[in-house]
């Protein structure tokens, strides 16, 4: 059984070893002089005139984290709909298609939900 997930093992055992090859080679040839202009900070090619560590409102966060839920549950559905046809031809039973409707029923409650705290207004 492990014997199947081999070529898994090689691809990601290839890729860290391209990685680490990459950041050595990288240390060994590449130039290392820094200076005094070198070092400072350097953001989008302005030289930054105020602190970076700027407050944004929780507004920002909320509608962040409620993106990445509704991406999440994005990547849920797309394995279900992939074997949604086949599950029904071999089964016969309509039990997936109620998981998913309860499962996009919770979504719907949440969205709603959130619609009616504000949480999507942008000020």
Same mark, same amino acid.
């Given at each position: 059984m492990?014997i199947?997930? *081999?070529?898994?093992l090689?691809? /990601? *055992?290839?890729?860290v070893? @391209?990685?680490? /090859?990459n950041w050595?080679l990288s240390?060994?040839v590449?130039p #290392?002089?820094p200076? +005094?202009?070198?070092l $400072?900070v350097?953001e #989008?090619g %302005?030289t930054?005139? #105020?602190?970076?560590r700027?407050?944004?409102?929780?507004k /920002?966060?909320?509608? +962040?984290? &409620? /993106?990445?839920? @509704?991406?999440? $549950?994005?990547? @849920?559905m797309?394995p279900w709909?992939?074997?949604?046809?086949?599950f029904? &031809?071999?089964t016969? +039973?309509?039990?997936?298609?109620f998981?998913?409707?309860?499962f996009? *029923? &919770? *979504?719907l %409650?949440?969205?709603?939900y959130?619609?009616?705290?504000?949480?999507?207004?942008w $000020?």
């Amino acid at each position: 059984m492990l014997i199947d997930y *081999l070529p898994l093992l090689i691809v /990601f *055992l290839a890729a860290v070893g @391209f990685s680490v /090859f990459n950041w050595g080679l990288s240390h060994l040839v590449g130039p #290392s002089n820094p200076d +005094s202009k070198k070092l $400072e900070v350097y953001e #989008s090619g %302005v030289t930054p005139d #105020s602190d970076a560590r700027l407050k944004f409102s929780i507004k /920002f966060y909320i509608i +962040s984290m &409620i /993106f990445i839920i @509704f991406d999440i $549950e994005i990547v @849920f559905m797309y394995p279900w709909a992939t074997v949604f046809k086949d599950f029904l &031809i071999k089964t016969g +039973s309509h039990f997936i298609f109620f998981e998913m409707a309860t499962f996009v *029923l &919770i *979504l719907l %409650v949440g969205y709603y939900y959130a619609w009616k705290k504000g949480a999507l207004e942008w $000020e």
